[in-house]
């Protein structure tokens, strides 16, 4: 009888070993769970987050469970899906011609002052209830006709006026059929070196979309692609392949100026420029900011500055986002250009200061601290305690 109870009480004391282990593991993990929820109070404290049991969007926007559905363009409306010829003659004259773009390749092939083999050609992608009769847009594609490129600018004002989570799931359709019409450039000699890709807003995606259709036929991928404030409802939750990304072209760009409204905060090119921080942007009228719409448009007024004033939009790296957001990139050195002139050397965020004049650059005042005039706004807008009217 001792014989078994001392073989027993071995059993006994290995299974009380072990419970203590295993006690010891569940503790030093509580401990670490209690850290980890301090430090996200801590965390909350500072910025504010919704608690969990407030639930998730409904599903109109910012998410859009709609957008893997189907959507098309039927027979009938294909003729009013267009691209639109913007050149500048020798005498200074715009000339437009929009074009089917299920045909556009043909009349393109038979224009003898389009030169797909030696010129560099730009696609410009408008946004949401944008066109390509638009100011900003014929003032970029006037900006880079003068700089002798072929322009063509999408014109999409029949499809992307529907309400905003539908136009959405337009543009996955219209991207594959801006891409059809870039392969049948590049049968015509269009060399995706000379290729370059701007988007603004829905239409940056929709150029992505184009761009991924692109690589996909031919195996190459343009030269850039640049997007101007991508839009980010609807976006924000999805995948590199359903929207803008890095891959889509040998060198992306991507300038923020309305990450937490219409456009998107996080990182989607090998260069991503966030002017003023990215939030919101200066107004002209001294002490008061830009609101949503006001700094959504801004990049594309930003860029056809940046084209029109090379080397004077100068950004400066910044470690994070967050950095960026606040300004707080002053003591970093690498710079780098907003326009045709960054340099896809010096990838990662930056942070670009400007002016709230017209044409807003502000050169190299603009990487100097005490120049910086964003933050300072938005301190002078919220410290005065009391406010009365």
């Keep these: 009888m001792s014989s078994m109870f001392v073989k027993f009480k071995r059993l006994l004391d290995d299974d009380i070993l072990k419970l ?18 301090t430090l996200a109070g801590q965390v909350r404290a500072a910025t504010y987050g919704p608690r969990a049991d407030y639930g998730y969007p409904a599903g109109l926007i910012p998410d859009c469970p709609g957008t893997h559905k189907n959507a098309s363009i039927s027979p009938r409306m294909m003729q009013n899906l267009q691209v639109t010829l913007h050149r500048l ?23 003898k002052n389009i030169d797909l083999k030696n010129k560099k050609t730009v696609f410009y992608a408008v ?7 638009f100011p900003f847009s014929q ?5 880079y006709s003068k700089r002798g490129y072929n322009v063509f600018m999408t014109e999409t004002f029949a499809f992307l006026t529907y309400i905003y989570p539908k136009s959405v799931r337009l543009i996955k359709f219209i991207g594959k059929k801006m891409g059809e019409l870039l392969v049948r450039l590049n049968e015509l000699g269009l060399d995706p070196e000379n290729l370059e890709l701007v988007g603004s807003s829905l239409g940056a995606h929709e150029i992505a979309y184009a761009a991924k259709y692109f690589y996909q036929i031919t195996g190459k991928k343009p030269s850039r692609l640049t997007g101007l404030d991508p839009a980010g409802p609807c976006f924000r939750s999805l995948g590199p392949e359903d929207k803008l990304w890095r891959t889509d072209a040998e060198r992306v760009d991507v300038l923020h100026t309305n990450i937490d409204g219409f456009g998107i905060a996080e990182t989607l090119g090998h260069v991503d420029i966030y002017a003023n921080g990215g939030e919101f942007q200066p107004g002209d009228v001294p002490m008061l900011p830009c609101l949503i719409i006001c700094s959504h448009v801004r990049s594309m007024i930003y860029w056809w500055q940046a084209l029109e004033h ?5 950004a400066v790296k910044c470690n994070s986002v967050q950095e960026a957001r606040f300004a707080q990139c002053y003591n970093n050195t690498p710079t780098n250009y907003l326009g045709l002139e960054t340099h896809f050397d010096r990838q990662g965020i930056f942070y670009l200061s400007t002016s ?34």
């Design 20 to 37: 203590i282990r295993t006690m010891s593991r569940i503790i030093k993990i509580a401990v670490a769970l209690a850290l980890a929820i």
């Design 89 to 111: 003659t020798s005498t200074g004259q715009i000339v437009r011609k929009m074009m089917p773009v299920e045909s556009a390749h043909k009349i393109i092939a038979k224009d």
């Design 127 to 133: 946004g949401f209830f944008d066109s390509s009769v």
């Design 139 to 143: 003032a970029i594609g006037t900006s």
């Design 310 to 314: 090379p080397k004077k939009f100068i």
């Design 356 to 389: 709230n004049e017209f044409p807003y650059y502000a050169g190299k005042e603009g990487l100097k601290e005490e120049n910086e005039i964003y933050t300072s706004v938005v301190k002078r807008i919220n410290d005065d305690d009391g406010f009365v009217v």
